[in-house]
């Protein structure tokens, strides 16, 4: 593909920061006082208000947000490998079967990049169950805790309310959440291997 020795850095480059990083500077552009809106607004669209990271019914999202734009990267490049990994004499045989581009990608492309949904998906879920670092560098929990996720709650009943038996059964709770996503994968994966 042209120009993808560039693109695909540029792509990549926000897996390359870490949780903090990403939050404090998604931070900064989301604050209203000094990020977008105060931009837009010096702009002359004094009218728009984009207040998320203050709301606590959508602070969760610029959690998202964040999370999302450091992950894609990742993803993306999983996908091209998988997308890389898929013979071409399969493609072309199925075309000259007569299979349209909605069968190729149907019965052959999508059944191929199955492991590389099951990774992505694994890792991903791995990522925002145990998320501390980018919650806290984002919204430090948001107003009223309301961008919590597990491992903050984990934290915040443990070491600082020194509620260790809440604490506790919140760490058991993230593991078992970790390993009803994990355990069924490991045995499709081990089940496959031994056919």
């Not at 071409?88 to 052959?108: C, N």
Request: hydrophobic content about 50%; cysteine-free; overall charge positive.
């Amino acid at each position: 593909m042209r120009g993808e020795g560039l693109l695909r850095p540029i792509f990549l480059y926000p897996m390359a920061l870490s949780f903090i990083v990403t939050g404090v500077a998604w931070k900064w552009f989301l604050d209203p006082g000094l990020g977008l809106e105060q931009t837009l607004h010096h702009f002359g669209w004094t009218s728009f208000h984009f207040d998320w990271i203050k709301n606590k019914d959508f602070v969760i999202y610029t959690v998202v947000i964040a999370g999302v734009w450091q992950a894609s990267g990742f993803v993306m490049a999983m996908f091209l490998a998988g997308l890389r990994g898929i013979d071409g004499e399969i493609m072309k045989a199925a075309e000259i079967d007569g299979a349209s581009p909605f069968q190729l990608y149907r019965r052959i492309v999508i059944p191929l990049l199955r492991p590389i949904f099951l990774s992505a998906f694994i890792v991903l879920a791995h990522m925002a169950i145990k998320s501390y670092d980018l919650v806290v560098a984002l919204t430090s929990g948001g107003p009223g805790g309301s961008a919590w996720l597990p491992s903050n709650f984990m934290y915040e009943y443990t070491f600082k309310r020194n509620e260790m038996a809440v604490g506790s059964a919140s760490a058991i709770i993230m593991l078992m959440t970790i390993s009803a996503i994990i355990v069924p994968y490991l045995y499709s994966e081990l089940k496959e291997k031994a056919r």
